[in-house]
């Protein structure tokens, strides 16, 4: 069964630096997010993407945030200098039409840790 | 502001005992509801979609409903496998591309 994978599972990092998480969607879907999951707290949206931009970004996605598809296959987030309070669960997920069944693939999540 | 509210935050349920998990909402403009479970470690796995007022889906034991207002996962029967996290989330009109999750019922079912 097809599924969206990410990498890496868990990464720990220094305050201050930059943090690329990766993913790579079901092949055969046109539109991707990215959620975060802060321990114990509610899954937030953070940003749509289809064609090669961004649809949507909520609040918490500012300028330290951005989102690339660099070739055919990944698609990443980039968190260019880390705060303590970007500790969280990343979700990626992709869907095959624009959202109107629901129906998003996630995967299993990359865990950032920032000391 | 659209919000999802979910009750209870946390159900222990016997093996076979049949229950209810609620989810309040206040969008505007209510494009589809959605539930999902989560298992710990996981991403949520999508379950269903609800679009209208009265309908019903259904998936092995579970049964999801939709009024104006909530929607209910009912639970039939439950076996330990059901135990996990169960989402609700939704789409409002005026953000077509996002889906908005609430904080889930973490559900555990003893054998």
């Known amino acids: 069964e097809p599924e969206v994978t990410q990498t890496p599972s868990h990464q720990v990092t220094q305050m201050g630096q930059e943090v690329i998480l990766r993913c790579v969607p079901i092949?055969?879907?046109?539109?991707f997010y990215w959620y975060r999951q802060i321990l114990g707290q509610k899954v937030e949206f953070l940003v749509s993407?289809?064609?090669?931009?961004?649809?949507?970004k909520s609040e918490i996605f500012d300028d330290q945030f951005s989102v690339e598809r660099p070739d055919g296959s990944n698609f990443t987030l980039k968190i260019r200098s880390t705060k303590l309070e970007d500790s969280a669960m990343y979700f990626c997920?992709?869907?095959?039409?624009?959202?109107?069944?629901?129906?998003?693939?996630f995967g299993e999540g990359s865990r950032l840790t920032v000391l | 502001e659209d919000q999802v509210t979910q009750s209870p935050e946390a159900l222990r349920l016997q093996e076979g005992e049949s229950s209810s998990l609620n989810c309040s909402y206040t969008?505007?403009?209510?494009?589809?509801l959605f539930w999902y479970r989560q298992d710990p470690g996981k991403g949520p796995e999508f379950l269903f979609t609800?679009?209208?007022a009265g309908e019903e889906k259904e998936k092995e034991r579970l049964k999801a409903t939709l009024t104006k207002k909530e929607s209910f996962l009912h639970i039939t029967a439950p076996k330990p496998e059901d135990s996990a996290t169960y989402l609700c989330?939704?789409?409002?009109?005026?953000?077509?591309?996002?889906?908005?999750f609430g904080s889930g019922t973490r559900l555990s079912i003893r054998p």
């Open positions: 997920a992709s869907s095959e039409v624009f959202l109107n069944t629901g129906e998003l693939f």
């Open positions: 092949s055969n879907h046109l539109y």
């Open positions: 993407f289809y064609n090669n931009e961004i649809s949507e």
């Open positions: 969008v505007s403009g209510l494009r589809g």
């Open positions: 609800l679009y209208s």
């Open positions: 989330a939704v789409q409002a009109d005026s953000s077509a591309s996002k889906i908005i």
